[in-house]
């Protein structure tokens, strides 16, 4: 874009501008028109005791929720009270219960933990049969399982897949020969 046309459209925006600066402080406002709005009294709520009524306070905070056994955030209404000899209403589905924490393979064994001299990162010494796997906290256990934390006595991991944890303690006869 050539600089006449930019000038030309900013000399077109101040006139616009200059515009409506004038015709906003000059014009009729709506404020100072008094024939779109009528002057109106002030007229109270017609209220026949307009003292705070204590009694209906206290009763009201004495008084104590009872359910009606409807879902508040559900738009069908709930069943029908049973009647006298109708059978007992079916439970519906079974919830599964919480799977069991995950554990290691049952030949893999904590049995020591030691820290790099040069570094203060521990690592866990864990035996699988003739195989020792040596990791540190945030490593990777047979692609199953994150190391979380390596304490004296424990060793806290967490599956992978579930994102659920668990522990192993100190083995002391794990160890390999």
């Not at 009729?28 to 002030?42: F, H, V, W």
């Not at 919480?98 to 049995?111: H, I, R």
């Not at 990777?140 to 659920?164: D, K, P, S, V």
């Amino acid at each position: 874009m050539s600089q006449t046309k930019k000038g030309a459209i900013l000399g077109v925006l101040v006139v616009m501008a200059a515009l409506v600066v004038y015709f906003d402080a000059k014009g009729p406002s709506l404020a100072n028109s008094t024939s779109l709005i009528e002057k109106q009294t002030y007229t109270p709520l017609p209220v026949e005791n307009p003292e705070l009524q204590r009694w209906k306070q206290e009763a009201s905070g004495r008084t104590e929720y009872k359910s009606s056994g409807r879902d508040l955030f559900s738009a069908s209404l709930p069943p029908p009270p049973p009647t006298k000899g109708d059978p007992p209403p079916d439970p519906g589905p079974l919830v599964p219960s919480e799977p069991p924490p995950p554990t290691l393979p049952a030949n893999m064994k904590f049995f020591g933990y030691g820290t790099i001299p040069n570094g203060t990162a521990k690592r866990a010494f864990l035996s699988d049969g003739e195989e020792v796997h040596i990791v540190g906290e945030g490593d990777t256990l047979i692609g199953r399982f994150r190391i979380i934390r390596i304490g004296n006595a424990r060793l806290e991991f967490e599956e992978i897949a579930t994102g659920r944890r668990n522990s192993a303690t100190l083995d002391e006869t794990g160890a390999p020969p």
